[in-house]
């Protein structure tokens, strides 16, 4: 029986040709990441000693190599956090209630504010190398990918078909079995996808901490974004324009040899129970099947991985639940709760004091004032990108052929950091006297515009053929189409890309406020501005008040405008 | 096979309630009160009920998946802690794990008992042998049929050689001939003898299944939950369906599903006049049923030669199930439009009247049955009337729901009761606004 099907041209190839790729390729790829790895293991002390960066584009591949290198670093962190956070918060009713409102305000946290933090830390860490700096360039790609991942994981564990659980207590599969032969397998392809879309998100932030200055410190990082900001530094446009190459090779290569096959294997892991209609492809999986050496390497460990499962199997053996009185639970539950209430309002009292005592109110007054003006751009840059890319991605939508060939280049453009592209806009605004002040929506907008072109996409596609045949016959045209079908039809998917627009804009304002040219630095009046200054000094009252008010905006923002968009779309615009 | 008192026992249920607290401390709803049952070596049982009557619940205490509230289950003598070992399920919707082969999905229950793979492999490839299965052994579910699947989850439980086995409706989520050929098929297995249980116990809303398949038919009652008695069917395995016995065991079990009143007695009985106990009109639960379902069921009825029909053969004809047809019969038996007894329907004169009349008088006829007939409808246009308004929040009635019906189902009697006070132009309700209102009265003219 054929189960994946491969396309006849590898089929037809002897089979040692596919092994010797599949063998080179392996080797290769030890030989890079052993290359990479010993680079971040020099010995340097920052930080008065760091590692310069050279401008020559022949160092580029190896620059490129060791920002990969961290992105992965940090893919297996988030996965590894997931798969731990996300199964005890499906497990224990009581951490869930602590563990996902947590983890709904680590999402909104701003990442980049982190960074000063966590820089001093792991410097403490690791004395003596450049493991520190390593260390919180990778914690920073870590925080921006793993809040959606963990999401995702717990979402698909809570969302399991009941009856399969119930399958699974009554064929006594231990929890390690059920672990992997149910839940993992369950929550496989959202996971995925959350991974690749988090992972192209990540090379924003692997940009902005490689090369950071904190508490009066530069610190640098060997990799391309330390690259762009020493050319930066340099004002050199050509090396720039290598850089914007060499992260496009990077981004299309990831995508080709690691996201597309597993993607590919993901498909056996659909809950439906009919055959998929498309099947995603790709010539390494195809590549991977074909060859031998693979399946004769799983045999062989075959009798290793039964051992494990059988030893992990008998450790943790299932375990009857005994059913608490309704009572007894409902009185446990009141003190938990209480102290839960207990504890956050230390919380709160403790911040608030803080902030109070060291700052006073006033500053308090001025960040807020400064958050609204953050918060016009990010509203400004959502109109402007919906009036703009709305029209655009619906137009693309409707035409099949179009978006099939376009969708890979928008999402592409995605996951293009934006920052690579700043300082092209920087020197536009310094050529053409634009201030910043506008500017800066400029650039929050080279981020995040594209979730909104390809969220519309995907809505335009999702409106039945059936909507849009009886609209033309019932002769709707013009702006009356778009009020009566479209808008409708699309508002789910608007409201998703909407949603991380927004947070994207807000995470990009601590980078796009304030921009340097050479010796010339733009700022724009911000609560982006003001917690990058606070970081670069290390002003601590003021880099936790600004990210105390910049996280109660984008709460604040997604409880009284996203969240009560969504309920609308869920019940009124459902299609 | 009909087994003596002197088989062993195999699983005992012993005076077994259920309850699950309602939302806001607002109290318990008991899904099952003081069940006791037994399964003996040898027999096939089955556990009839309509939606409500718990019996899946049941099912699932019985394989120890959920806990009791008060009471225990012996299985094999000795009190069941956590899932069952003695038995194995056949789920309603197959519940394969899509990912893994068919074989793989056999072997699950072996692979988790710790077998070795050569053994497990064996013993998985034989199960699929003998549910007919041989060839699939490498496919994937989603190749697979309905019926295919159905027979990966029969193989799933056979290979565990289970004392007595699980079935949670495993027929209804197929098309009518594939359930018959594999009902007819597992019939077949067990009466050579060659089945790889001690026992049967199958939860199920078809009564012509339960009759087929069973030795003993356990009839569930509902609100609350609880055995109203058992009917032996005393015919030679297989169970002929043109026996006449046949049909009239059919016939009688409808009697019994029909009349919440009537003694299970194993007999037809004469019907007891029922004194129902006064209650809040919000703790009576309304038939889930659209007006569109009551109007066609009393269309279809109004046109037969008699004016009344059989309800078995009205159930064949329409190919509907218990749970769809009985709640239609409810509402319309509620709403006094038709009458049933003795296993059969017949239309009221107004009955007659409504099935028959234009759409602005049978609107009418429906608007006055309910207010006659419906306490729970009247109550909330006396309370809409009440407000200088006229209109009030859904969470008002929604939460009187709440103190007599777990949440889900306050919503569905909160959704039934608006389909049929919209329709009888009781009173309006506007769903973005949450809010119900007095109609606008139309204006003179």
Redesign the interface.
Same mark, same amino acid.
């Given at each position: 029986?054929k189960?994946f099907p491969s396309p006849e041209v590898l089929r037809r190839l002897s089979f040692g040709l596919a092994d010797v790729a599949v063998i080179l390729g392996t080797l290769l790829l030890l030989a890079i990441i052993a290359r990479l790895g010993a680079g971040a293991l020099v010995s340097f002390k920052p930080p008065e000693v760091v590692p310069a960066i050279d401008l020559n584009p022949a160092n580029l591949p190896y620059y490129a190599g060791r920002s990969t290198l961290r992105m992965f670093t940090a893919l297996a962190c988030s996965t590894l956090f997931t798969l731990i956070y996300g199964y005890i918060a499906a497990h224990s009713r009581r951490a869930e209630r602590v563990m996902i409102p947590l983890l709904d305000i680590l999402q909104s946290v701003p990442v980049l504010g982190f960074l000063s933090i966590t820089v001093t830390g792991f410097i403490a860490l690791f004395p003596g190398s450049l493991l520190g700096l390593e260390a919180a360039s990778i914690f920073a790609i870590f925080t921006s990918q793993v809040w959606n991942m963990t999401f995702s994981f717990y979402q698909s564990l809570r969302t399991i078909?009941k009856?399969?659980e119930?399958?699974a207590?009554?064929?006594?599969?231990?929890y390690w079995?059920r672990f992997i032969?149910?839940q993992i397998?369950a929550a496989t392809i959202g996971l995925l996808w959350n991974a690749m879309m988090s992972f192209g998100g990540g090379w924003f932030f692997v940009a902005a901490s490689e090369a950071i200055s904190v508490l009066n410190q530069n610190y640098t990082l060997p990799g391309l974004g330390s690259y762009v900001a020493t050319a930066i530094a340099a004002e050199d446009l050509p090396s720039l324009g290598w850089a914007v190459v060499a992260i496009g090779v990077v981004i299309l290569l990831v995508d080709q040899l690691f996201w597309r096959p597993l993607i590919a294997w993901s498909d056996?892991?659909?809950?439906?129970?009919?055959?998929s209609a498309t099947i995603a492809e790709s010539w390494v999986y195809d590549l991977l099947t074909t060859a031998r050496v693979p399946r004769l390497v799983s045999i062989a460990l075959?009798p290793l991985s039964?051992a494990g499962n $059988?030893l992990l199997? %008998?450790l943790t053996p299932?375990?009857?639940?005994?059913?608490m009185g $309704?009572g007894q639970r %409902?009185g446990s539950d009141r003190l938990y709760t209480l102290a839960l209430l207990v504890i956050i309002s230390l919380l709160v009292a403790w911040i608030l004091h803080f902030i109070l005592t060291t700052v006073g109110p006033l500053e308090v007054l001025k960040t807020f004032g400064l958050g609204t003006l953050t918060l016009l751009r990010v509203v400004t840059l959502l109109i402007i990108a919906t009036l703009v890319w709305t029209p655009v991605g619906v137009a693309i939508g409707f035409n099949p052929q179009l978006a099939r060939t376009l969708q890979p280049l928008v999402q592409f453009l995605a996951s293009f950091p934006a920052n690579f592209i700043f300082p092209f806009a920087t020197l536009f605004f310094i050529r053409t006297h634009i201030s910043i002040e506008w500017g800066s929506i400029v650039l929050m907008a080279l981020g995040s515009q594209w979730y909104i072109l390809f969220n519309s996409i995907a809505g335009a596609q999702s409106i039945p053929t059936d909507l849009r045949e009886m609209a033309s016959d019932m002769g709707l045209k013009g702006w009356r189409r778009w009020q009566r079908l479209i808008i409708p039809g699309i508002f789910s998917a608007w409201v998703t890309g909407g949603i991380t627009a927004s947070g994207g804009a807000w995470n990009a304002s601590i980078v796009s406020e304030i921009v340097a040219w050479g010796a010339s630095t733009l700022t724009a009046t911000g609560l982006g501005t003001y917690i990058a200054n606070a970081t670069a000094v290390g002003d601590w009252p003021r880099i936790t008040l600004g990210i105390s008010m910049m996280s109660l905006f984008v709460v604040g923002l997604n409880r009284l405008l996203w969240r009560q968009l969504y309920q609308l779309a869920e019940?009124?615009y459902h299609l | 096979m009909i087994p003596t008192v002197a088989s062993p026992t195999l699983i005992t249920v012993d005076q077994v309630s259920k309850h699950f607290p309602l939302p806001d401390g607002k109290g318990e709803f008991t899904v099952l009160s003081g069940v006791n049952l037994t399964v003996r070596s040898g027999e096939v049982i089955a556990l009839l009920g309509r939606s409500g009557s718990g019996k899946s619940t049941l099912l699932r205490i019985m394989a120890g998946l959920i806990p009791p509230s008060q009471g225990q289950v012996l299985s094999n003598a000795k009190p069941l802690r956590g899932a069952n070992n003695n038995v194995a399920m056949v789920f309603q919707s197959f519940a394969l794990l899509p990912w893994l082969t068919v074989q793989e999905n056999v072997e699950l229950g072996l692979e988790a008992r710790g077998m070795k793979r050569e053994e497990r492999h064996q013993r998985a490839l034989k199960a699929i042998d003998i549910v007919g299965l041989d060839g699939f052994e490498s496919a994937y579910p989603k190749e697979l049929s309905g019926g295919m699947k159905q027979r990966v989850g029969f193989a799933r439980a056979f290979v565990l050689e289970p004392e007595v086995l699980f079935m949670d409706e495993p027929f209804s989520a197929l098309d009518v001939l594939t359930s018959e050929n594999l009902r007819g098929e597992i019939d077949d297995l067990w009466n050579a003898h060659t089945f790889p249980s001690k026992s049967i116990l199958i939860v199920t809303h078809n009564i012509e299944e339960a009759v087929f398949l069973a030795d003993r038919v356990v009839i569930l009652g509902a609100n609350p939950g609880r055995i109203r008695g058992e009917v032996v069917i005393d015919l030679p395995r297989p169970h002929d369906r043109t026996h006449p016995r046949f049909a009239s065991l059919v016939d009688y079990i409808y009697t019994v599903m029909t009349n919440p009143e009537i003694e299970v007695s194993g007999q037809p009985a004469v019907a007891v006049a029922p004194t129902p106990p006064v209650l809040s009109p919000y703790a009576r639960p309304l038939p889930h049923v659209r007006v569109g379902g009551i109007s066609g069921l009393l269309e279809l009825i109004v046109d037969q030669p008699q004016g009344g029909d059989d309800i078995s053969r009205l159930a064949e004809r329409l190919q509907l199930e218990v749970d769809d047809l009985l709640p239609i019969l409810d509402a319309a038996v509620l709403l006094d439009f038709a009458q049933v007894s003795q296993g059969d329907v017949c239309l009221t004169a107004i009955g007659q009247d409504f099935a028959t009349t234009t759409i602005l008088r049978s609107k009418d006829l429906f608007r006055q049955q309910s207010l006659n007939h419906v306490p729970v409808l009247s109550s909330i246009l006396h309370t809409l009337r009440e407000k200088p308004s006229g209109s009030m929040r859904a969470d008002f009635f929604l939460d009187l729901w709440d103190e007599h019906f777990p949440h889900e189902e306050a919503e569905r009697q909160f959704a039934t009761a608006i389909d049929w006070g919209r329709y009888a132009e009781l009173f309006e309700y506007d769903a973005s606004e949450d809010r119900l209102y007095l109609p606008a009265t139309p204006e003179a003219s």
């Open positions: 029986m189960t078909p009856e399969l119930e399958a207590t009554l064929y006594q599969l231990s079995q032969k149910l397998p056996k892991f659909r809950m439906e129970q009919s055959a075959t039964d $059988g199997s %008998r299932l375990r009857a639940q005994a059913d $309704g %409902r019940t009124k | -």
